[in-house]
């Protein structure tokens, strides 16, 4: 403000505007040369005058006034307290001769970013501190308050009576019975409400002793806390840390309510430790009320070189089984020097019920053993290798011991592959794999199978040719053969095909607004007949039949047959694109496989064929259209002229919290189910979830849940009811479930909307407006 003074008003001349500089940084004295009356005329205190720059000064620094006559100061050496400089303007101002100063009429202090504004002001030079009185108003870059009373600090900060504040950021506000700000932005309040709410519907609130607002590292904790909801308290804490911003944050996360008919009533209070920026913990204990107290926990890891996800949930004495009951999940991945990498993925639960009680849903009647995964895996430009150690628990206790499957311990697999270019594009590939298959029912024993080929790979943008030839050499080293059997059977056989395929590619209309592809291929595959009747099974399958399968040069998943081939599989894709953004509008796909001989070798159990040709693959995916999507897959017997495999989905989706779904699934003498589901908002605040999926052969309802959820502005409360298929048998269980969210509680997310992620497909929730 300088010397500049507001123009006289009420009063006389000498009577104006006073302004003062007080540094809060250098504290300097200013020399300049003030008139010797006004010095006088300082001598004599108190009265109302303009204060001259050595009056200002003195102010400043706290000491007495010039003498009458007195030379102005001279420059003193420098006082560093902290580095931006006070600047206080009034009205009025009565000076002292001591220094202190009473400020009034629209006094307004400001620190660098801070702003201080009051009716009355009172200067105490030997405290360095101003009183403030009457419509106090503070605000800094994370904070506004108001207050009856106050003081203020330049070295220090402010603090107030009867407060009230907002943080504009967040946003979130409250009042205090007093409030204290620290220049480090942190605010300290005692008897105390915040939320996160606005202020004329203050729906929810956190009533403490105390609380600790750290603006800077966005934190904030409590003492003696109560969470209400609607003016009724829900929880109380003794301790509360909640953030003050988007970012992770230790904390109790969003609870969960809920019943269900197998474990009573059941809630749970989630804690999340935010341990360091790359790696958390989340403690999820469950109280159910007819089995006792679930220790859930989730801990998460991510490094430059190492990520994974450690689950537990151990439950001591079940009060219904009367055992303990725990499940461990393990998933871990290194990636290390040199192209290496190891990989870990593991499960183990107590006993074989332990997903029908927990699980929650069908999925627990449907997992019948666990996998145990571990593997040091290497990739180059031209080599794959890899170790590995694969085990299973099996839980489905109505599998046979022979019906279970290997443990292969260990796997060793390698592939290589390697092509120069040139005018004769040769390739070359090895695909190898020694394994142990491990079980405590029938035949075991060591296998290795090696497979070499070499090829050559014609082809550009428009078309591809790949002649291929081939061997394939297995060898076993067996134990617990029946009496007579072979303890070391080998197989041998070559194999030869032709790849080829085109792409032809047109404007579909005059405007070359989308363009339409038209994708032939034809694969020749020539295998010739080995018995393979004494060779054991360990892991071989026959897969499901769809397009990819057709054009396959082994029919077999697993090295333990290789069926003989005389076919030639032939298929069509077209494809329609939007020409300016290339989003794919249409894809359709048709594909057969016509057998000149028909094929001899079999698994245990498996039809021969009884026609030349397979069945017929059709599969149809449309996006054409805006917010819908079509998906179509078939497999087709034309000879009893009747569907094998279908699946249907048909989805409309116009936005993240929108999403309608409709589905049909059939194998024939396995299932037929058809499945609706969706998420809706029906108004403003409410939105409506739910899903059914029946079984049309049984002629039953598997699974069926129904929500609905109201979302006002800085909560939310959702209540589901679900009944589903709980156990093999066919049981069924009913659950409810009750969930409130409080906008500034947590920041990692709920289990309720994974869940209904999961559930629904397309549908993905938005967060609570803020």
């Not at 009750?738 to 967060?767: C, H, K, M, W």
Request: one cysteine or more.
């Amino acid at each position: 403000m300088g010397d500049v003074m507001a123009p006289p008003r009420r009063l006389s001349s000498l009577i104006a505007c006073a302004a003062l500089a007080v540094p809060q940084g250098v504290l300097e004295a200013r020399a300049s040369a003030a008139p010797a009356a006004a010095a006088a005329e300082a001598t004599t205190p108190p009265m109302r005058c303009p204060a001259p720059s050595s009056v200002r000064a003195a102010l400043a620094r706290g000491d007495r006034l010039p003498e009458a006559g007195s030379a102005p100061p001279a420059a003193s050496p420098l006082v560093r307290q902290t580095d931006e400089a006070v600047e206080v303007t009034s009205d009025a101002a009565e000076l002292g001769v001591s220094g202190d100063a009473d400020l009034s009429g629209g006094v307004n202090i400001r620190q660098g970013e801070r702003s201080l504004s009051a009716e009355d002001v009172e200067y105490d030079a030997k405290k360095r501190e101003f009183a403030v009185r009457g419509r106090v108003r503070y605000a800094d870059s994370q904070l506004r308050a108001s207050g009856r009373s106050g003081r203020y600090d330049p070295a220090g900060g402010v603090s107030f009576d009867d407060a009230e504040f907002q943080l504009p950021t967040r946003p979130a506000r409250g009042a205090a019975a007093s409030m204290a700000v620290g220049l480090d932005g942190k605010v300290t309040l005692s008897q105390v409400w915040f939320s996160t709410c606005p202020q004329a519907s203050p729906d929810w609130r956190i009533r403490a002793r105390s609380i600790e607002l750290d603006t800077q590292s966005r934190n904030g904790t409590g003492r003696n806390a109560a969470i209400e909801f609607k003016g009724v308290p829900i929880l109380y804490l003794p301790y509360l840390s909640f953030p003050l911003g988007g970012q992770r944050k230790s904390g109790f996360l969003f609870p969960n309510i809920g019943y269900s008919t197998r474990g009573g009533a059941e809630a749970t209070l989630p804690y999340y430790f935010n341990l360091a920026p790359n790696y958390d913990l989340t403690l999820e204990p469950t109280i159910f009320g007819r089995r006792g107290l679930d220790l859930g926990s989730r801990f998460r890891y991510l490094t430059r070189q190492h990520r994974g996800e450690l689950r537990l949930n151990y439950l001591p004495s079940d009060s219904l089984r009367d055992a303990d009951r725990n499940w461990l999940q393990v998933g871990h991945r290194s990636e290390m020097p040199a192209g290496w990498r190891f990989d870990l993925d593991a499960q183990s639960v107590s006993d074989a019920e332990y997903f029908e009680d927990f699980a929650a849903g069908g999925e627990g009647t449907s997992t019948a053993f666990l996998r145990r995964l571990a593997s040091l895996s290497y990739r180059d430009d031209h080599w794959w290798l890899r170790a590995a150690a694969d085990q299973f628990q099996t839980i489905d206790r109505a599998l046979n011991a022979v019906d279970r499957p290997y443990a292969r311990l260990p796997r060793v697999l390698t592939s290589g592959d390697w092509q120069r270019p040139g005018a004769l594009p040769l390739s070359f590939g090895f695909d190898g794999e020694l394994v142990n298959f491990d079980r405590d029912a029938g035949v075991q024993g060591w296998r290795a199978d090696l497979a070499p080929r070499l090829g050559l790979d014609f082809g550009n943008a428009g078309y591809y040719l790949r002649p291929q030839f081939g061997w394939r050499y297995t060898q076993y080293d067996l134990e617990n053969v029946t009496r007579g059997g072979d303890d070391k059977p080998t197989r041998s056989l070559p194999w030869a095909a032709l790849d080829a395929a085109l792409r032809l590619e047109r404007n579909s209309n005059a405007d070359s607004r989308t363009r339409m592809t038209l994708e032939p291929r034809l694969l020749y595959l020539r295998t010739p007949y080995r018995k393979q009747d004494t060779l054991p099974i360990f892991d071989t399958a026959l897969p499901d039949l769809d397009f990819v399968q057709l054009f396959r040069t082994t029919r077999y998943a697993g090295a333990d047959r290789v069926a003989d081939a005389n076919h030639a599989s032939v298929g069509l894709t077209s494809r329609i694109y939007d020409s300016r953004s290339g989003r794919q509008l249409l894809t359709a796909t048709l594909g057969q496989t016509w057998r000149f001989e028909r094929p001899r070798v079999r698994l245990p159990g498996e039809a021969a064929p009884t026609t030349n040709h397979s069945d017929l693959v059709a599969q149809l995916g449309i996006s054409a259209w805006r917010d819908w999507n079509v998906n179509l897959g078939l497999q087709w017997d034309s000879e009893a002229s009747r569907q094998q495999r279908s699946h249907l989905r048909v989805q409309y989706r116009p936005d993240d919290e929108r999403a309608l779904n409709l589905a049909y699934r059939f194998q024939r003498d396995r299932l037929e189910q058809s499945e609706v589901s969706g998420a809706w908002p029906i108004h403003a605040r409410w939105n409506a979830y739910g899903r059914m999926v029946y079984d049309l052969r049984e002629r039953t309802t598997l699974e069926r849940f129904a929500g609905l959820e109201f979302k006002a502005c800085c909560w939310r409360l959702r209540l589901v009811g679900r009944r589903f298929v709980s156990s093999r048998t066919g049981e069924r269980d009913t659950g409810i479930y009750l969930q409130l969210e409080l906008n500034g509680l947590a920041s990692v997310g709920s289990s309720a909307d994974a869940f209904l992620e999961e559930a629904i497909r397309g549908y993905s929730p938005v967060g609570l407006s803020r």
